[in-house]
């Protein structure tokens, strides 16, 4: 029996009766087990389009990964019907089916979230979908209780493999070898949990062996055991900028990471570390939520644990709907957050206090308010002198008067490269260009770059021009002789 896929058909451009038609063609030729599994991922995928686009091949595809989930998930005689299908195999299924539809243009993640995934001016490589470190906070939440059932408490599930991924690197058009900055398993998983440790190293390796110099950023909730550390410190072609996590969150609030033991072995993760001091990490102290981990004990256990990293992003929450209840299940109090919708809500009274905190208790590491800066930090240190912001974070408060982002906590010396980056030149500005196939003219300016484009510069060729720049990037709408100013602030 097929269900019903009308919704699947017509964002397919085909008539629910020819896409019916062709699924069932190919029943006789599935077991019964992997009839259950079609069917399945059918209304996963019909519950879960939401792009229309022409793909033919749909029905195709879909009786291809009902063999691929069978043969990796045999069945077991207790399995008798498709809703009995056990959970395992059902998150591994949503994970694939996704992807699958994601590959024939018929779903596009909430969070824009790609394989290869233009973000902040960065590449990040998500080969594995799913994670369950348990973290309540987690923006996938939603998109989780409204479609499938895969991400916060399922398997991770890798949907594309390791060399695949890189080739596709290798052919996007905003990446530029030696000079794009690369994340790992950023937004769909942890790089560190041990169904994807492995997956981690796979891509380091053919990065190595592409011989690419890129930077690679990696940011992990786990510890790392010696024999991950020693692996990290062999690669010589790349720099590898490493972000270990510990926000002194309750039980509650992260399953898997509380309590002392897990500490216990991140503090080890920090002292191996120190073995390599070609190897650059920094301390990611995020999310403090007030309410749950911004007490004081919480805040002097997490400036300690970052103290040994000589570096902290402090950071606050990304709400997601429901959060509240969501904590109550958890046995959390209710989070003190904002009112008004905000990107992330991190209130300046918890700022000054966590500062003070850290002043009183005499600690020398660097506060910063930013996940570029940090990057940056980490940069300056293997360089042994002052690199401008990755982003062109400080060069954008300068230019604009906006709040700033700079927290002003580094070195002199830092602020004045960040504050003061080379002025970038014509032929770099227009390659880049090029490369993301901007068509426009420009004004290279002493504290920033114009581009006048008759089309707006979209937010992501923005952060990557910014990004591969270090400056700050503004736009200019040009139509024939006149233009109206519009100013594109990262």
Known sequence: MVPDAERLAEHAGLSSERLHQELRAHLNDLSAYEQRVLAAAIDIANGGVN?????????????????????????????????ELSTRVHRTLSAKTLHTMRELGLYRDPDGVEPVWPHAGMLILNPILGCNFGCVYCFRADEQRESVDWFLSGRPTKVLEEDVLVDRLARHPLFVPGTTQLGLHTATTDPFLPQVRDSTFRILEILERRGWTNDVMIITKCYLRDQDIDRLASFTSFRILLFLTHNAAPEGMEKMGAGPEYLARKQRTVARLARWPHLAAAHYYRPIVPGWNDSEDQIIEALTFGEALGASVIGGLKEIPNLAELGRRRGLSLPLLSSEREEKYFPRELVERILG??????????????????LTVMLSRLNRSAVPNVEGLKAYDLATGREPRCMGCCSPEQLSACAAPPVPTEDTVRSLLERAGIKADFDIKA??????SEERLTERDTEFLAAHLRYAVFWQQRKGDSMRAEREVL
């Open 51 to 83: 792009v229309s686009a022409d793909a033919p091949d749909v029905a195709d595809e879909l009786i291809s990964l009902a063999r691929v989930v069978g043969a990796l998930h045999p069945p077991q005689a207790r399995h008798t019907t498709r809703t």
């Open 357 to 374: 905190i850290h002043g009183r208790l005499g600690l020398t590491s660097v506060i910063v308010g930013d996940q570029s800066c940090g």
């Open 447 to 452: 504290d920033r770059l114009v581009v006048r």
